[in-house]
């Protein structure tokens, strides 16, 4: 069991390596005659590829999607959708120092212990390199999505870098792009940018939390207990590398809330239901509200640093190691695409399953007949 595959319906197989001759995605279950072609996928591939600014890692890669199989015309025929991404700017030499040393922080150590063998060249499967694969199937999804549910649409978004959050009265969706950390709130991307360019210089990293909303999902999506929308979400948010914890809605502050604080309250509107409130995240017993389905996950900082850490070698030595080579001083910011990507692919897969169960529509009606 490789277990390099996600998805129930809607399934996305990656492979590849970070300095081998290419990397990609195996996308099957999407449904045919779905509009897409390289293109599209590529616009979100433009938005995490490396090297865009000095707050990323400066390895250059075009990062050009490859559509093999699986769309015809333009238009997806239903088979297994195969897309590949060549790589371009792999400086193998970088690593050759750490190739009989164990990074601290990094999978090096685990790879080696599970498996006995480890391509130290960028980590091969441990790179973040790898979700380049995954945002060309979440460009998949998205096509798919913008047929069958155009109202729904996936957004992440920066809320913290170390320890600097955003001012929530200050927060402003459209400024998301126009800064290079996808963050809401432009007094507070300016403040980061010396922050980060600080950290960078010094050779050192910090960690992130994203936060994600998906909006206009509509009410029945995700099943009790083992088949939760919000497992699999927060599953794929915890498969993005150096992603270290996730809540659904309040998540963790749920904690300290009291019960009549937490609950939110429902009323009759002209059109249905009408929440007072979101503390659940958009997610009840693991099935969709109708409401913004929000949530957000901390990554951790990045392990490649140029201060000097202790270690050992394979032999059991002691050792000293600094890890040369080029990374994102801050890796959150280019989780938020990839997060973007992951929670597409989820809700066109809960999407399917839905139909697939009870059809279109909602089976529990409310309200006079």
């Given at each position: 069991m490789s277990l390099n595959t996600f998805g129930h319906l809607f399934r996305v197989t990656t492979w590849g390596e970070s300095h081998g001759p290419a990397l990609g995605a195996t996308v099957d279950g999407c449904p045919p005659g779905i509009?897409?072609?390289?293109?599209a996928i590529q616009v979100w591939l433009d938005r995490r590829k490396p090297g865009q600014n000095k707050y990323t890692t400066q390895r250059r890669e075009a990062d050009e999607v490859e559509i093999l199989s699986g769309v015809f015309e333009g238009q997806t025929t239903g088979t297994p959708i195969q897309l590949m991404i060549r790589n371009t700017d792999q400086r193998s030499k970088d690593y050759g120092e750490i190739a009989e040393k164990f990074r601290p922080g990094h999978a090096d150590i685990t790879y080696w212990q599970k498996y006995g063998i480890r391509d130290y060249r960028g980590g091969g499967r441990?790179?973040?390199r790898e979700t380049a694969a995954r945002v060309a199937a979440g460009g998949v999804a998205r096509a798919a999505l913008s047929a069958l549910a155009p109202q729904m649409k996936v957004t992440a978004y920066m809320v913290q870098m170390g320890e600097r959050g955003?001012?929530?009265?200050?927060?402003?969706?459209?400024?998301?792009?126009?800064?290079?950390?996808?963050?809401p709130d432009a007094a507070a991307a300016e403040d980061w940018a010396g922050y980060l360019d600080a950290l960078r210089k010094e050779g050192n990293s910090v960690g992130a939390m994203i936060e994600l909303a998906v909006s206009g999902a509509p009410a029945g999506l995700?099943?009790?207990?083992?088949?939760?929308?919000?497992?699999?979400l927060a599953a794929a948010m915890m498969s993005i590398n150096a992603v270290k914890g996730v809540e659904i809605g309040e998540g963790m502050a749920a904690a300290a809330l009291k019960g009549d604080e937490n609950a939110d309250e429902i009323t009759m509107g002209p059109d249905g239901p009408v929440f007072h409130s979101n503390h659940s995240g958009g997610v009840l017993g693991g099935i969709s509200t109708g409401q913004d389905i929000v949530l957000r996950f901390a990554v951790k900082p990045t392990s490649s640093i140029l201060t000097p850490r202790r270690t050992i070698t394979k032999d059991g030595a002691d050792a000293e190691i600094v890890t040369k080579g080029r990374h994102d001083p801050c890796v959150g910011i280019r989780a938020v695409p990839v997060a973007?990507?992951?929670?597409?692919c989820v809700m066109l897969d809960h999407l399917l399953l839905n139909r697939g169960q009870v059809g279109e529509g909602l089976r529990g009606r409310i309200g006079p007949a």
């Open positions: 509009e897409v072609d390289a293109e441990s790179s973040a955003i001012d929530r009265s200050r927060f402003d969706l459209d400024e998301v792009g126009r800064n290079p950390f996808w963050v995700g099943a009790p207990i083992y088949g939760k929308i919000d497992t699999d973007e990507a992951m929670a597409a």
